[in-house]
C-alpha cells in the first residue's frame, strides 16, 4: 500500500523540522494556526504575544491588509514570469523603491529568495568584482567568530558558529576569521554600543598582515550579530572597519538580513551607524516575512564594473529561477508601503528608550548575567545550568509560549526583536511575562 493512503491528518513525522529539537517538538507540538498584527493564535486556541516578530521578519506585524491584498491580486494578474532575459515592472518598480531608503550611493539591487542566497550572492559578486577589475588573485572572504550568514556554503564558511560548520567537511577554503565582539567581562549590561571592544577592529589589520592584502576580496560582518545573541558593536568598530577596508582596497559587506528594514530606527544599520559598506545583504523584512525574497544591494562602482564587453553577453552569470519574482516583488511593494505609511522604518527609534527601560528591569532577575539593546532588539544572557548548556533558556521558552509569549533563543541567550508596530502596553506585557518566568528560578 502507498504511503500516501497511510497517512493520517496531523501526522507529524515525514516533515524534519529546520533548525528544531525535533523529537522534542513532536511530543509537544507548537503550532501557530493564525495572526493578527502582534498576536499569534496557537492550535490549542491560545493567544501568543509576537516578541520576535515571528523570526525578526515580520516587521509590520501579522497578516497586514495591504499585504495580503497586493499578493492575491498580483497572484491572480501574472503569477510568474522567467527572470533571465525578460522581466517584469514591479520588479523594476521594487529595486527603485529600495534604492531611495538605502543608503547613499548603493544604486542597484540583486534578488534572491533568502537570506543565505543574498550572502552566497554578496560574496560572489565580490570575487568577481575584484577579477573584472583585473585583480583575480583576491579570492580570499573574511568573516567573523560567532557571525551568522544563513546556513548555505559560503555563508557557513565565513559564519562563527561551530555547530553550523563542523558537520560540512572543509567549507570554502581561503576563509579566515576576525574574532568577536562580545566581551560581558567589560560590557555587562550596556544600553545601546558597548564601550570595550571597539579596537578589535584592528584584528582585521593581523588577518591582512598574514595573507596580504592583494589576497582579500571582502570583509563580511553583521553591524549587530544577531543569531549568537544579539552583539552590539562596541563604539568605533564598525568605523575602523571601513576604514581598514578602504585602506587596503577589500570591500566590506554588511550583513543586514536582521538589520534592515528598521529594526534600529533607520532603514538599515548602515545609516544607523553611518558607515557605509560596499554590499547591504537583505531578506526576511524586505517582504514582512510573507513571501521568501532577499535583496543585495550594490554601489555603483560594483555594478559598472561588470558592465563591459559586446551588449549581448550577459555580464553576471550569477541569478535565480525566482529572482524578482512578481508575486515577491508585489509583496514587497505593498511592504514598503505600510512601512512609509505607518512610519514604521524610523519608529524604533521613538521607542527604544521605553524599550530599553523595561527590558533592563529584568537585571535583578535571578541567573541574568547580562542584558543589552538596540533599536527594538533586546537580549537577555542567562547563567548557564553547569553541564548542561542552552537547557535554561530553552526552559524559559517553552514556559514563555505557554504563557502566552514568543521569545527566540539561542545559546542561553534570549533574544526579542518584536514587530515595529509593538505598542507600549505590549511591551509591558511583553516583559511582565518574561519577570514571571525569570523569577521562578528556571
Ligand atoms: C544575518 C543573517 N544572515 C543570513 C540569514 C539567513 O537568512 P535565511 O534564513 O532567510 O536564509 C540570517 C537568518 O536569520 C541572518 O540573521
Redesign the pocket.
Known sequence: MSNRLNTTPNDLRAFWMPFTANRQFKKEPRLFVSAKDMYYQTHDGRQVLDGTAG??CVNAGHCRPKITEAIREQAGELDYAPAFQLGHPKAFELANRLVDIAPEGMDHVLYTN????S?ETALKVALAYHRVKGNGSRFRLIGRERG????NFG?ISVGGIVSNRKMFGTLLTGVDHMPHTHQPGKNAFTRGQPEHGGDLATELERIVTLHDASTIAAVIV?PIA??TGVLIPPKGYLQKLRELCTKHGILLIF?E??TGFGRLGAPFAAQYYDVKPDMI?T??GLTNGVIPM?AVFVTAEIHDAFMNGPEHMIEFFHGYTYSGNPIASAAALATLDTYKEEGLLTRAAELSNYWADALHSLKDCPNVIDIRNTGLIGAIELDPIAGEPTKRAFTAFLKAYEKGLLIRTTGDIIALSPPLIIEKHHIDELFEKLREILQNNI
Do not use: F, R
Open positions: 523570526l525578526w533568502s537570506g543565505s542566497e550572502v551568522y550568514h544563513g546556513v555563508g553583521e544577531g543569531s550583513d538580513v536582521i545583504t531578506a526576511k532577499g
